[in-house]
Structures are given as structure tokens and as C-alpha cells.
């Protein structure tokens, strides 16, 4: 056998092996651009009502400072601030992820912390669907490093 396609095949079994590993983690889809939409929801003091996303996207409620997520068959509420000092988180679309506009902390769609100056991830709401809706209650949140396994649990899976 030549070395050209021993070597050939070598490099197709190490790319392949790569390509499946990214796609076991998931990797490929965390830097997909998710579109931004502003909105407002509707209810009592206590919960806010969302019509259930029809595509994955980021829509921000900036009167209730609710973060709706869109992503990977579930929806997520978080809260719009960081963390670390509380301010205001952003969507950079171009890498498909949230910083924070004061620190640069950075989280993945679903809120998990990746890098900078917070130590946990973005805090999430509760979250239940009814119908064609999501429901946020807003008077309770869910902080990573107090309840790991509330704030895990929080979602919609559709």
C-alpha cells in the first residue's frame, strides 16, 4: 500500500472522528445566528404569557426584563441581567451567544456561563406551557449556584 492513500485514509478516519465528536457535543449548532425579536407579554404581576416561538430565536421583553429563548427544542426564560453586576446581558448573533454588556461574561443560548467575570449562569425563570403559550412566573428565580437542579429543570421541551 502507498503512502499517499494510507495517509488519505488516516486523514478521513481523524476528520471523521472530529466531525463526530462536534456533533456529539452539540458544537455546531451552539454557533448558529438565532434571530433577535422584541416583545411584550401579557398577564398579572405574577406571570407573563408568550406565544410559544415558532423557529429558534432570542426575543427580549425589556419591560419585564425577561430573556425568552427559543433553542434546541426547548424554551428557556432568563433574566436579561448578568449576573455579576447585573447588567444588561446582549445577544451577539454572529457568535450565537449572550455577553454581558458591562464585563463581557459570556453564556451559551440556554444561559449556561462560559467565560469572564460572573461565576454562574444567567438566572432562569419557571417556565410552563399552556396551550400555544409559554408561561414565565416572574416572582421566583432559579440561580445556578443555589439550585442547580431547579435551575437545570426549567425549560419547555417541545
Keep these: 500500500m502507498s503512502c499517499e492513500s494510507s495517509c488519505r485514509r488516516s486523514f478521513l478516519r481523524q476528520s471523521g472522528c472530529g466531525l463526530l465528536t462536534l456533533a456529539l457535543l452539540g458544537l455546531?449548532?451552539?454557533?448558529?445566528?438565532?434571530?433577535?425579536t422584541m416583545l411584550e407579554g401579557m398577564g398579572i404581576d405574577t406571570e407573563r404569557r408568550y406565544p410559544i416561538p415558532s423557529a429558534d430565536g432570542v426575543s427580549i421583553d425589556r419591560r419585564a426584563q425577561?430573556?425568552?429563548?427559543?433553542?434546541?427544542?426547548?424554551?428557556?426564560a432568563m433574566a436579561l441581567a448578568c449576573p455579576h453586576e447585573n447588567a444588561a446581558v446582549k445577544w451577539i448573533?454572529?457568535?450565537?451567544?449572550f455577553q454581558c454588556s458591562k464585563h463581557d461574561s459570556r453564556y451559551t443560548p440556554d444561559g449556561t456561563y462560559t467565560s469572564g467575570h460572573a461565576t454562574r449562569n444567567l438566572d432562569r425563570f419557571p417556565v410552563r406551557r399552556e396551550q400555544n403559550e409559554v408561561?414565565?412566573?416572574?416572582?421566583?428565580?432559579?440561580?445556578?449556584?443555589q439550585n442547580l437542579a431547579s435551575w437545570t429543570s426549567t425549560g419547555v421541551a417541545l
Design 66 to 76: 425577561i430573556i425568552l429563548v427559543r433553542y434546541a427544542n426547548h424554551v428557556y
Design 28 to 36: 455546531g449548532e451552539s454557533t448558529r445566528a438565532l434571530p433577535v
Design 135 to 145: 408561561v414565565v412566573t416572574v416572582d421566583r428565580v432559579y440561580r445556578s449556584d
Design 93 to 97: 448573533a454572529k457568535d450565537g451567544r
